[in-house]
């Protein structure tokens, strides 16, 4: 860990993190306005359809319930790409980004070892992810008391939701991070990660519409996201435990890696 380095990195950031704090707290506002102006009328009517009902819990939440419908915000494709800024392009960036253009030999030109800068980026990527999910939380709170449906949300929960979605993102980087440290391009580099991301959305999904299909959920990272039971019951051990080994073999063997690949030239 440098502090000098990641002093440079939050600057570096900070115009990019305001943004995206923004857009997700908007988003978390989202949900629970939805759900207010729609959820009930919407589950009387689509109750009477089994099948359209089935359709309607997606990914593991559900707009029949206002913990289920803050679900369907941490899943939905708008949420991911907003988290992936920090999760995915920062770690691809920051490496392999670094060593396509060729900069990363003057950075590492410094009294730096490696390991000491990869475990600063990682730390400030995780920064950049919590604070992320807490901007999330914070406008679903301020949502659901302003459409005054604070008797269907255990606020208590909420600190338990912010521990497992970032876990979840904290994940993906340290992944995004191992692929960055192995190659001296972003292309490959991104298309590894987003093959894991986007495959295991994919199967989530696809377990979540089709029952025939659940088998398919644990071997995805956003089965072990599911933020309905986890406003509902709280804490979720086993899928904080599944995530963390995941971060840590990914940054282990980052951290083994990184120091023992020759800095590329650039293109």
């Known amino acids: 860990m440098n502090l000098a380095v990641f002093r440079h990195t939050v600057r570096q950031h900070w115009v990019r993190l305001v943004a995206v704090l923004i857009g997700l707290t908007v988003w978390g ?10 959820g009930v009328t919407l589950r009387d009517v689509i109750r009477q359809y089994p099948l359209l009902e089935q359709f309607m819990q997606f990914g593991g939440g559900s707009m029949f319930t206002l913990p289920g419908s803050i679900a369907l915000g941490y899943i939905h494709p708008i ?68 459409v005054d449906y604070s008797a269907e949300l255990d606020f208590g929960n909420l600190p338990w939701l912010w521990l497992h979605g970032s876990a979840l993102y904290v ?70 435990v599944v995530l963390g080994v995941i971060a840590i073999a990914s940054i282990a063997y980052a951290l083994f890696v990184f120091p023992r690949r020759d800095l590329a030239a650039p293109a």
């Open 79 to 146: 949420a991911i790409a907003l988290l992936a800024v920090f999760a995915i392009a920062y770690p691809l960036s920051v490496v392999a980004g670094e060593r396509q253009r060729g900069t990363l030999e003057v950075v590492l030109a410094r009294p730096l070892s490696r390991h000491a800068y990869l475990v600063t980026l990682f730390v400030a990527a995780t920064l950049f992810i919590v604070v992320s999910i807490a901007a999330t939380l914070i406008g679903t709170a301020v949502a659901t008391i302003a």
């Open 171 to 240: 994940t993906i980087a340290a992944i995004s991070f191992a692929a960055s440290v192995s190659f001296d391009r972003v292309g490959p580099a991104a298309g590894i990660t987003l093959a894991v991301v986007l495959i295991s959305y994919f199967l989530q999904v696809l377990g979540s519409l089709w029952p025939d299909a659940e088998w398919l959920q644990p071997y995805s990272l956003f089965y072990y996201l599911n933020p309905e039971p986890v406003l509902l019951d709280g804490v979720q051990p086993v899928d904080l």
């Open 29 to 38: 506002m989202l949900m629970p306005i939805i759900y207010a102006t729609f």
